[in-house]
T-cell receptor
């Protein structure tokens, strides 16, 4: 089974609104990463948060990590139509990153 | 520009006809990996390589082969493709010391259809 599971599976919002996606994972980690995938394209790394960090910002992105609850959230503020994509959390394993199934975000103009 | 390049981007072929999907990276990364992405199953690792001549199986290696003769290239070989290998394939790379704590760089994907 997947290490990370995103919630919700799909999210539709209006431009300018904030979008929040959640990720839960099962085992202890030393970091968690978020990626974006535009339709038909490869994954693009957004942000990495280490286990000793609780919150991290990058532009309009804000990521939180709660290791006690084994969960992370990705907040996109002031969303734009160009933010429409799938968003994945990824956790490190023995030889690879393990990805969740993603949240499909649609930002309507 | 730092990039991972996959070819072809799209391929429709028939069962049993051997094919190779190439992957090349220009970042001098030691670690390279192949994933397949299927609806409802997410991304699953097929094979990975920690360095030249070092490869190992991922979660779903059956029906695939890889080689790592050069640092920059990591081709995925389907010796006898079958319809259940119809999927979207991604190659990724990162530094070997950081495959788990550094960003992975992905190619744009190869959409394979096996008829």
């Amino acid at each position: 089974s997947q290490q990370g599971e995103e919630d919700p599976q799909a999210l539709s919002i209006q431009e300018g609104e904030n979008a929040t996606m959640n990720c839960s994972y099962k085992t202890s980690i030393n970091n968690l990463q978020w990626y974006r995938q535009n339709s038909g394209r490869g994954l693009v790394h957004l942000i990495l948060i280490r286990s000793n960090e609780r919150e991290k910002h990058s532009g309009r992105l804000r990521v939180t990590l709660d290791t006690s609850k084994k969960s992370s959230s990705l907040l996109i503020t002031a969303s734009r139509a160009a933010d429409t994509a799938s968003y994945f959390c990824a956790t490190p394993g023995a030889s690879r990153l393990t990805f969740g199934e993603g949240t499909q975000l649609t930002v309507n103009p | 520009e730092a990039q991972v390049t996959q070819n072809p981007r799209y391929l429709i072929t028939v069962t049993g006809k051997k094919l190779t999907v190439t992957c090349s990276q220009n970042m001098n990364h030691e670690y390279m990996s192949w994933y397949r992405q299927d609806p409802g199953l997410g991304l699953r690792q097929i094979y990975y390589s920690m360095n030249v001549e070092v490869t190992d199986k991922g979660d779903v290696p059956e029906g695939y082969k890889v080689s790592r003769k050069e640092k920059r290239n990591f081709p995925l070989i389907l010796e006898s493709p079958s319809p259940n290998q119809t999927s979207l394939y991604f190659c990724a790379s990162s530094s070997v010391t950081g495959y788990s704590n550094q960003p992975q760089h992905f190619g744009d994907g190869t959409r394979l259809s096996i008829l």
